[in-house]
């Protein structure tokens, strides 16, 4: 079978299955406590906040819509940058993203601390390693197989939010829509500001899902359409639960406090038991299965081309890097194994987020030069002064919210995460001069 013909042969995802992963990625249990914080910021206009931070992550990830219009990323962000920026810069990001799955066990301990809630004989330990190790074996059985899971967890995910907006819309105080009342905007819009801020990091990982470049079935148009549909199922969800959040009970009850303490008010004990299940535990269950492969396809590629060990990229009978993961698998239990601090974890490789984020966004711009008459034939093609003026805002809008959330690093974090940075670089460097890398070459599947 001839290389395309394998490529071929995995394009199995259509805009229904993509949308499912957009979605399923982008919403987590975070949502359940990252409400609390922004009523304390800026009251019963929480709603409101959440749907400009949606707007906001949708000015984030225009870019990405552009580009996945123009181009099919085998390898999501590593072919982003190869294709687009050079073959070492790719091979830098490549290495770094390594870095980046080291906080995979969070999802693992949530959902050990949400299932403790529903049936508390259960350890939360526990649950985090069986549970990474359930979807370690939905995924090994290939894309098919885990995007067909994906579909329904998202369905029951949806339904679960949308039970809590339903139940939520029938117990709206009077006050609601009142603008003009002490409880919205208490702290002025430097509050509203501070809170859209903080929703925002909500808002823009179903951009990922351009990593299932490789096997979606007609790329060009259904990648940037699941991040657009997806988009708007965020906008009615999020802004729908922070309406029900800030404007149920009185704000000095629910400012900086979960959104399990509303639902446990407004919702019978089944259908509260339905909320937790559907909605906390598939929030993490939906994030959790999608990370295998969408981590997976750079460092795929990556082994493909040298800059890891070919033998790490071996495939399994349903086409998978089954070596890779376990390696991801690793990383979920092993923290909870040994009880690692996962917060240092996380804040760790936050500069390497930062870093990532940038130099996707640098090679962006060169995408109209690279592939001119790929972008002429984009459904979503604009004048090229346009296209770089959006792609501009975007790049200054995601340079605003570094610094905003680099000002909160210590200076310990600041020197591990710089420190992992030159190892990663270091890595790629040597492993590029010792002659290793054998870079594939770009062919049709790639680009169009």
């Known amino acids: 079978m001839s290389e395309n013909q394998a490529q071929q042969k995995d394009q199995t995802l259509g805009l229904k299955e993509l949308t499912a992963l957009a979605t399923g990625t982008v919403i987590s249990a975070g949502l359940l406590t990252v409400i609390g914080p922004a009523i304390s910021l800026t009251g019963r206009s929480v709603w409101l906040a959440f749907a400009a931070a949606v707007l906001f992550g949708l000015l984030l990830n225009l870019p990405f819509i552009f580009l996945s219009s ?12 190869r294709l687009l920026l050079g073959d070492i810069p790719g091979g830098i990001l490549v290495v770094n993203l390594i870095f980046l799955q080291l906080p995979f066990a969070t999802s693992g301990i949530a959902m050990g601390m949400y299932v403790n809630s529903l049936w508390p004989f259960l350890s939360p330990k526990l649950i985090g390693i069986v549970t990474p190790t359930i979807f370690l074996l939905i995924n090994l059985f290939g894309i098919k197989s885990m995007s067909k899971v994906q579909n329904v967890m998202t369905v029951l995910l949806i339904g679960g939010l949308l039970l809590f907006i339903g139940t939520g819309a ?73 309406l029900v959040a800030g404007n149920v009970l009185p704000v000095a009850q629910v400012a900086g406090k979960p959104l399990t303490l509303v639902a446990n008010r407004i919702m019978p004990q089944s259908l509260f038991f339905i909320f937790i299940l559907f909605g906390a535990v598939g929030a993490i269950a939906t994030t959790m299965n999608s990370l295998y492969a969408s981590a997976a396809k750079p460092m795929q590629l990556g082994c493909q081309d040298g800059w890891f060990p070919k033998s790490l990229g071996k495939l399994n009978q349903f086409d998978v890097p089954y070596r890779i993961y376990f ?13 690692m601090p996962l917060n240092t974890l996380i804040n760790d490789t936050l500069l390497i987020q930062y870093l990532i984020k940038i130099i996707m966004l640098v090679a962006i711009l060169r995408m109209p030069t690279k592939y001119p008459e790929l972008w002429k034939t984009s459904r979503y093609h604009v004048p090229n002064p346009v296209f770089y003026t959006l792609t501009g805002i975007s790049f200054l809008a995601q340079m605003f919210l570094i610094v905003t ?7 310990v974090i600041v020197t591990v995460s710089v420190a992992l940075l030159a190892l990663g670089c270091a890595y790629a460097f040597y492993r590029y001069k010792s002659g290793k890398v054998n870079l594939r070459e770009v062919n049709s599947q790639d680009i169009v």
Request: proline share 3%; aromatic share 12%; hydrophobic share 50%.
């Open 70 to 81: 123009v181009i099919r990323l085998r390898g999501g962000n590593y072919s982003l940058v």
């Open 327 to 339: 390696i991801l698998y690793g990383f979920a239990v092993i923290p909870i194994l040994f009880d």
């Open 405 to 411: 959330a680099a000002g909160n690093l210590t200076t």
């Open 170 to 242: 029938g117990h709206l105080n009077a006050g609601t829509f009142n603008f003009s009342s002490a409880d919205y905007f208490p702290k002025g819009w430097s509050g509203f500001n501070s809170a859209m801020i903080l929703l925002v990091f909500s808002t823009t990982m179903h951009q990922t899902v351009m990593n299932y470049g490789a096997n979606a079935k007609d790329a060009r148009r259904d990648m940037p359409r699941a991040i657009i549909i997806t988009t708007g199922i965020i906008l009615v969800i999020y802004t729908g639960m922070a």
